[in-house]
């Protein structure tokens, strides 16, 4: 018979391998101004909020937020939604739950792909083993309800997905009308809203919109890690009447649903003191007035887009299409795009990105989002753009 071996605690603790066992300082982040795609830097009364002590996910205190949380956000995406929470994940886990608890095995999913974003919902789909369609636009333009309209007609999906805010190339797709053509062709639409929310008009019971997701980060000045989903009336219909269990545990909205609906039944153990952030965040929002926020973020948009174009530098997308919340500036043919980008962040702490795809190397993109939105960030980019740009380019004049 196998006997188990008693060691004691000094042979324990010989076999301790301490071969990764570092001295490391107390961690000290250096100071950012981000200007780049997200995240944003958070409001201080978030971060404050987010260091409060926790508490249990089935506490009555806690129970009481997450129902704030939930009104707080139908307010700043304009809808009734029921089914309205923010995920235990970032961005991303949104955006794949809309697709996990929407398709089912073989439907026909379309994709509205105008950049990086409609790519990654057309690969989440196909992984949930839909047959994925695609409509298409160069990076920089946004589709008409023409575009929309043959798509539906010529391949007769169940869901349509598209990005309202694409953070690759700046564009805001317009979306009066879309939701009355998803109607009129029985087809369920999926909205990508991760840079929009907070920043940029959205009236999802409006425009007819089934599913959304966001994000914590951008324009709700909340540190990454929580993902708002919402999910209207003909979506949960559908989810009632599914032949299959979503393929996904974690983000199965019908169980989800009793821990966020009045039930408060265990699922998981929630990220407690990121939903205090995020309800500090929302409720810093509902104080300013959505409406206020959304004139605040175009009026600093506005003013950005002026400020660069009087320095000489040329902005991706049509004024008509541009999102207040993130602008795609053209990089001049004689600017290292990176190499100029590393040089604000590490001589001045002030980060801006890069594009993505196929505008890798050839746009900045510089996010005005939430708390980040004021004027005083825009002035002092512009000051930056104005004195470092002009040496930028002489450095690369002398070693040409």
């Known amino acids: 018979m196998y006997q188990f071996r008693v060691l004691s605690k000094t042979q324990y603790l010989s076999q301790v391998d301490r071969s990764h066992k570092k001295d490391f300082n107390p961690i000290s982040v250096p100071e950012r101004l981000l200007l780049g795609p997200g ?17 249990g996910h089935l506490d009555p205190y806690y129970i009481d937020l997450m129902g704030e949380v939930q009104e707080l956000l139908r307010y700043v995406w304009q809808t009734d939604n029921r089914l309205t929470l923010p995920m235990s994940g970032t961005g991303s886990s949104a955006m794949e739950a809309t697709l996990a608890n929407s398709i089912e095995e073989g439907e026909k999913v379309l994709v509205a ?27 920089g333009e946004a589709f008409s309800l023409e575009d929309i309209e043959e798509a539906l007609l ?24 879309i939701g009355d053509l998803c109607v009129k062709h029985d087809c369920l639409l ?14 999802l019971d409006k425009w ?10 951008k324009g709700l000045s909340c540190p990454p890690g929580l993902g708002p989903f919402t999910m209207g ?22 169980l989800l649903n009793q821990y966020w609906g009045s039930d408060r039944v265990y699922h998981h153990t929630a990220p407690v003191n990121m939903n205090f952030g995020i309800r500090e965040a929302l ?16 009026s600093n948009a506005e003013k950005l887009w002026k400020g660069l174009e009087s320095l000489g530098l040329n902005l991706h997308v049509a004024e008509a299409l541009r999102l207040p919340t993130l602008t795609t500036v053209v990089i001049p043919s004689d600017v290292n795009g990176k190499a100029f980008s590393s040089h604000l962040l590490n001589k001045y702490g002030v980060e801006i990105g890069g594009g993505l795809g196929s505008l890798a190397g050839k746009v900045w993109r510089i996010g005005l989002m939430g708390y980040n939105s004021n004027s005083e960030n825009v002035e002092n980019l512009l000051n930056l753009f104005d004195t470092e740009l002009p040496n930028f380019r002489e450095k690369l004049s002398s070693a040409a």
């Open 39 to 55: 995240p944003s830097n958070s409001h201080p009364d978030v971060l404050r909020a987010i260091a409060q002590p926790p508490i």
């Open 154 to 177: 010529t391949h007769k999906p169940a869901i349509i997905a598209m990005v309202h805010a694409e953070t690759s190339t700046g564009v805001c797709q317009p979306m009066e009308g």
């Open 283 to 298: 409720r810093l929002l509902a104080e300013e007035g959505i409406e206020n926020a959304w004139q605040r973020h175009r």
């Open 208 to 217: 007819k919109i089934d599913l959304a997701y966001s994000c914590s980060q």
């Open 190 to 203: 999926v909205l990508d809203t991760v840079t929009s929310l907070g920043g940029v008009p959205l009236f």
């Open 113 to 139: 792909i105008n950049g990086y974003f409609g790519n990654r919902l057309a690969d989440m789909a196909s992984r949930y083993k839909a047959e994925v369609v695609t409509v298409e636009k160069d990076w």
């Open 233 to 254: 009336p003909r979506a949960e219909e559908k989810l009632s009447k599914r032949k299959e269990k979503v393929p996904n545990w974690y983000l199965d909205v019908s």
